[in-house]
C-alpha cells in the first residue's frame, strides 16, 4: 500500500470521491463536467481482453445510444460502471467526484446509477402500482419503511413515474398480466421510481413488437430530460429514431462515435459490423 492509499471510513457521500492527490496527478485526464467517464479501461477474462483500453464520455444530461457487434463488450462495460466487474487497468468516473472502481454494487446504486438487464425481472404476482411502490421503498433500504405508509412527495414521485412510463391504465393490474414490452416499461419506472441520475439499460426493446419499440423512443426521449441514459441496443431502427449521439464499440473499444448518420457511413464501422 503506497501512502495515498490510507483507508478511512468516510461516510458513503464522501468514500470514493477524489482525493485532491489523485486529482493533482498529471498523468490522467481530469474529468470535468461529465456524468459518467472512461478512461483506458481495460478487464481481462483468462487473457482475452473484453474491454481493451476503452474511453468513453457521458455529459449530464445526455442520452446515448451504444451499438455494436456481439462480444463488443457492451455488456461488460455497463458490469464496470455498476461494480459488478472490476477493471484490471484505467479510470471510472462518475459525476467528476466519484471513483467507482473503488465502490461496491450497493454505494454505485446509492450514488443514482441505475441498471436495467436485458431480462425484465418484476414481481409478475405483485400489481403493477406494488411493483413500484417497492421499488421506491427498496431504496430506502430500511426494513420498517417497507410497511410504512407513502408521503406526499413519494405519490406525486410515483403518480409521474406513471405518466412517463405509460402504465397509468394498469396500476391495478398483475403485473404477470402486462405484455413483455409493458413489462420492460414496468421495470424502466422501477429504476426511475429511486430517481437515479444515470440510467443504463441493456436492449430494452428486444422481443419487443414494432409499436411497443416506437413507443419506447418516446419514453427514453422522456426520461433523457431529467436523467442521464445510456442505452445499448441492437435494433437500428431505434437508435437512429432516438436522434442522439451513438458509440460503436468493438473488440473492447470505441470504433467510431457520432450521430447515426456519420457511424453509418463510417468505414471501419460498414466493415466489421453494418456490412455483414
Ligand atoms: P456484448 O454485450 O457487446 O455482446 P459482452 O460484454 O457480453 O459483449 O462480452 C464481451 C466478451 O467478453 C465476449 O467475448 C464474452 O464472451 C466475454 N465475457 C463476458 N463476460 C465474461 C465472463 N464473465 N467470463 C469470461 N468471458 C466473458
Ligand atoms: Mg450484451
Redesign the pocket.
Known amino acids: 500500500m503506497s501512502e495515498g492509499d490510507v483507508v478511512i471510513d468516510l461516510p458513503l457521500s464522501q468514500r470514493g470521491a477524489l482525493r485532491p492527490a489523485s486529482r493533482a496527478r498529471t498523468d490522467v485526464v481530469q474529468a470535468k463536467d461529465t456524468i459518467l467517464y472512461l478512461d483506458g479501461v481495460t478487464v481481462s477474462?483468462?487473457g482475452?481482453r473484453?474491454l481493451n483500453a476503452l474511453s468513453l464520455v457521458i455529459e449530464p444530461g445526455e442520452l446515448r445510444a451504444i451499438i455494436?457487434p456481439?462480444?463488443?463488450?457492451?455488456?461488460?462495460m455497463m458490469d464496470v460502471v455498476t461494480g459488478n466487474t472490476r477493471p484490471d487497468e484505467g479510470t471510472v468516473i462518475f459525476n467528476d467526484a466519484y471513483d467507482l472502481t473503488r465502490l461496491d454494487e450497493a454505494e454505485i446504486a446509492n450514488l443514482g446509477i441505475g441498471r436495467k438487464f436485458q431480462k425484465p425481472t418484476v414481481f409478475e404476482n405483485l400489481t403493477v402500482f406494488d411493483n413500484i411502490e417497492l421499488s421506491l421503498k427498496n431504496l430506502r433500504g430500511a426494513f420498517d419503511t417497507l410497511f410504512a405508509r407513502l408521503g406526499a412527495d413519494d405519490r406525486r414521485r410515483i403518480d409521474r413515474v406513471f405518466e412517463i412510463v405509460r402504465l397509468g391504465d394498469r396500476r391495478g393490474d398483475m403485473a404477470g398480466s402486462l405484455s413483455h414490452g409493458q413489462k420492460q416499461w414496468l421495470e424502466i419506472g422501477m429504476l426511475l421510481s429511486q430517481g437515479p441520475e444515470l440510467m443504463l439499460l441493456d436492449e430494452p426493446v428486444a422481443g419487443m413488437t414494432d409499436a411497443e419499440t416506437e413507443q419506447t423512443v418516446s419514453l427514453l426521449r422522456d426520461i433523457a430530460r431529467e436523467h442521464s441514459v445510456v442505452v445499448v441496443e441492437h435494433d437500428m431502427e431505434f437508435v437512429r429514431n432516438l436522434d442522439c449521439r451513438v458509440t460503436v464499440?468493438h473488440e473492447g473499444s470505441v470504433l467510431a462515435e457520432g450521430n447515426m448518420d456519420s457511424v453509418q457511413q463510417n468505414r471501419k464501422v460498414i466493415e466489421v459490423y453494418l456490412g455483414r
Open positions: 477474462f483468462d482475452f473484453a455494436g456481439n462480444g463488443a463488450g457492451k455488456t461488460t464499440l
